[in-house]
C-alpha cells in the first residue's frame, strides 16, 4: 500500500512544503512572463481556451502528482491573472499584497485552525484578541474606554471576509439593539455601498432611505431633514471613502445631526480607515470615534491577501445578540472553566485565523510604515490629479481625498469612455475601473501599488489618447 500524502503541518511539514514552494515560485514567474502585461490578452473568451489548454481535464482518473499539477495550474492562473501588482492594473480596491502578509498567509493555510472553538485555535484566538483590541483602540481611542459616557468597556472588533460582511454585522447589531422600538429604518447617502441596502434586504428591513448626494457626499442639511419625522429606530450609514470617487462624508457634522434626532450611526470606513496610521491624513477621519459601529478593510489600504475585513464596535454590550450555544464546541462548563466561547465572534463556524496576516504586517510595518505607504498612494493621487488638470485632453473630477482619480477625455461622449476601457482591457494592457458621477461617465484609476511611478501613469494616459480617437 503506497504512503498517504505528506501534511502542511507538524514537525515534519516544512520538509513536504520547501520544495513545493520552489515549484509555485517558478510557476508564478512563468505565468507573469508568459502574460506580459497587467491582465492577459483576448477577452473572456480567448483566457477561458487558453485556461483549458493549459489544465486540460479537472479530474482525471489518475493524478499527475503535486509538481505537475502546481505546475500547470499555478501557472495558469498567473498566465490569466489580473495582476494588481502591475502599475498599470488600477480599477478596483483590490490591492497587491504585501510579501510578508502572503507569507503568513502560508502560515495560516498549514497551521489551519479553526477559529470556532478555543480547543482548535488556541493561540490564533489570543492572538485575535490581541489585535482586534489594538484596531478598535486605534478607532475610538480613549472615548471608548470604560468610565467615559457610560462606556460598559473598551470597544471591541470582530474580524470578517470583508466589508461587505461588516457592514451586514453592524445592521444586524442595530436592529437586535433596538428590536424592541420597531423595525429599524437605514438611512444611507446616493454614494453609499451596494452592501448596505443589501444588507437591509437580507434582514428583512424596510427599503432604505436614500439621502441625495449631488457633490458625491452625505449631506447633514438633507441627512437632518430626512431624519425629521421619520418614526422607529434609525440607522445612519455614513462612508469614509466611497467605492466610486473615495469620498469622505463630513463626518462630524453628520454625527451631530444622528445625535440631534437620536438616531444611531454606523460609518463605512472599509476603504478609507487605512488613514488612521497616516500622521498628516488621520485628521480626514474626525468623528470616526463617534460611530456606533465601524466598518474597516484592510485587504485595500492595508495591503493584505483576501480577506481582512474588521468591523470595529463602540459598545461591547451590541455584541450579545452574536451570543450561540453548541454544546460540542461552547459547552457551559468548558467557559466557566476559562475556556474561551469563540462563537460570538462570528455568524460564521469555520473560518481562517486571518488575523495572523494583519498582525505580521502591523508588527512588521509599525504604524509608520503602514502610513507611509498611505501617504505614498494618496501623494500618487494628487500628483496624478495635478497632470490631469493640467493636461487640455483630459477632465479631472475632482482633487482625490483617497487614491482614487476620476478622468475622462475632453469632450468625449459617454460610448467612448466605455469603449477605452473596455478595449484596453481586451488588448490586456492596462485595467482601469469605471465610475458615474454627476451625469457622466468617467475613467477611475485606483491607486493602490506604492511601487507605481509618474511615468507609469503617463503611459496609461497615452493608451487612453491612443484610443480616444477609434
Known sequence: MSSPPPLAGGPQGHQALRPLLDTVLDALHDGATARGGPLPA???????????????????????????????????????AADPADPLCAAHLHCPPLAVATAADLAASALNPS?????????????????????????YGDTGHPGRSGQPGPPQALVTTGGTEANQLALLLARETHASEGPLQLITGAGAHHSLPRAAWLLGLPDPVTVPAPT??????????ALTDLPGPKLVAATAGTTDAGLIDPLPEIADVCEAHGARLHIDAAYGAGLLFSPTRRTLLTGLDRAATVTLDLHKLGWQPVAAGLLAVRNPTDLTPLTHHADYLNADDDTEAGLPDLLGRSLRTTRRPDILKIAVTLKALGRTGLGTLVDQVCDQAQEFAATLHAHPDFDLYDTPALSTVLFRPHGAPDETIAHIRRTLLTQGRAVLGRARMDGRLWLKATLLNPHTQPGDLAQLLKLVEGNTAR
Not at 115 to 138: G, I, K, N, R
Not at 216 to 225: I, K, M, S, V
Request: charged content about 20%.
Open 42 to 80: 483576448g477577452g473572456p473568451h480567448t483566457v477561458t481556451a487558453r485556461l483549458r489548454e493549459l489544465t486540460g481535464d479537472p479530474l482525471p482518473h489518475h493524478g499527475t502528482g503535486p509538481d505537475a499539477a502546481l505546475r500547470t495550474l499555478v501557472q495558469a492562473l498567473a498566465e490569466g
Open 216 to 225: 458625491g457626499t452625505l449631506d447633514p442639511a438633507a441627512l437632518d431633514e
Open 115 to 139: 477559529m470556532d472553538s478555543w480547543d482548535q485555535a488556541p493561540a490564533a484566538s489570543a492572538l485575535e484578541t490581541l489585535v482586534t483590541d489594538a484596531l478598535a483602540h486605534e478607532v
